[in-house]
């Protein structure tokens, strides 16, 4: 039977992969991939799945064990997260050693492998061994966004649990339901394009309805002189820069309780380096997240003139306009010069 209790509250509109890890808890595999796009919840539903494998109390989701294991801070609960552009040879001698070791205060020990899909193939080589067959103790949720070849292998010695992005009606729920007004969730939720970690940053955004109208508004001020266009692109690259200070106030939180807990237990190896480093990561994603997401507002100018019937020369420039901007939301997954390339691009685009 599917949970909805508070040790799954986390994970929104993926009822299919929770009934999954509901029914797997009681006689868990060796290794699980938990596969589907960023922001779907394989991240909350890893951690809850490790909580209910720990729990001595039937998944209450309130014990020692389930606290510590959804906020990441089990000692049987290992969460690994990548150094560096993929996952190394280094990191995957790492994680079998890690492996090896007998469960501190449970029977059993899980190990969250994030950002799978960013897998070396000369890691896979060395773990693939280790997953397929770990310690008995020993259970791997591993996450992707995608099956990479260098994933796949390692994929087909576990049990696969799909996730998929979560709907604009689930994410704008969940926003309501923990506080947000209507408003602003259905805008959030428009604009997080199913996902739902960024949906929830984006409601505490102030400057949300200012950046979608500005984004929105550039077919039809653009004008094809570079003096018009220049101003424009300043304009939404500071607003982007503007929109990453909720999700940098939440890194400043995090540094905090990570300094705090240093502070109070004394221990070394704290983790503050690879907390930076995911931050940094965080940024740079949020950062293309709001270009792609203003890019296809601005294409959705171009596409509601050609849903209402414009022909001739101008369907043509616009059908054009529609094609440039998707060639240049491909373009962001290799890290471009953003003023260069809005500038290239609204160049080219026609006024409305």
């Known amino acids: 039977m599917l949970s909805t209790g508070p040790l799954w509250s986390k994970v929104v509109g993926q009822d299919d992969a929770l009934d999954l890890l509901n029914h797997a808890v009681e006689h868990p595999v060796h290794a699980y991939l938990f596969l589907g796009p960023p922001g779907s919840g394989k991240r909350q539903a890893a951690r809850a799945f490790a909580a209910a494998l720990l729990c001595r109390n039937n998944q209450c989701g309130v014990c020692r064990d389930c606290s510590l294991a959804l906020l990441g801070e089990h000692p049987d609960v290992t969460e690994v997260e990548r150094v560096g552009a993929a996952i190394s040879a280094d990191q995957a ?81 969940a926003l309501m339901a923990s506080g947000i007004n209507e408003r602003v969730a259905l805008e959030a939720a428009r604009a997080a394009a199913g996902d739902l970690d960024r949906a929830r940053l984006l409601a505490t955004d102030t400057g949300l309805f200012a950046r979608r109208e500005a984004f929105a508004s550039v077919a039809h001020r653009v004008n094809g002189t570079g003096t018009r266009v ?60 709001e270009l792609r997401s203003g890019l296809s507002t601005i294409a959705s100018s171009y596409r509601d003139r050609l849903v ?16 440039r901007i998707i060639e240049a939301i491909r373009h962001l997954d290799r890290n471009p010069n953003e003023t260069l390339l809005l500038q290239s691009l609204l160049l080219s685009l026609p006024s409305i």
């Open 93 to 173: 001698n790492e994680i079998v050693r890690s492996a090896s070791f007998a469960p501190v205060e449970s029977d059993r020990k899980v190990l969250i492998l994030d950002e799978f899909h960013l897998l070396s193939a000369s890691a896979a080589a060395r773990l693939l061994k280790t997953i397929e067959e770990p310690p008995a103790s020993t259970v791997f949720c591993i996450l992707a966004d995608q099956l990479v070849p260098d994933l796949v292998t390692i994929a087909s010695r576990c049990v696969r649990v799909p996730f998929h992005s979560v709907s604009d009606d689930a994410i704008s729920a």
């Open 230 to 289: 220049a101003g424009i692109v300043e304009e939404l690259l500071g607003l982007i820069e503007a929109a990453a200070e909720p999700l940098k106030a939440r890194h400043a939180q995090e540094v905090a309780e990570l300094d705090a807990r240093v502070k109070q237990t004394q221990e070394r190896g704290s983790g503050r380096k690879t907390l930076e480093e995911r931050h940094k990561r965080e940024l740079r994603r949020h950062r293309t997240d």
């Open 308 to 323: 209402a019937g414009v022909e001739g020369r101008r369907g043509l420039e616009d059908a054009a306009a529609v094609d």
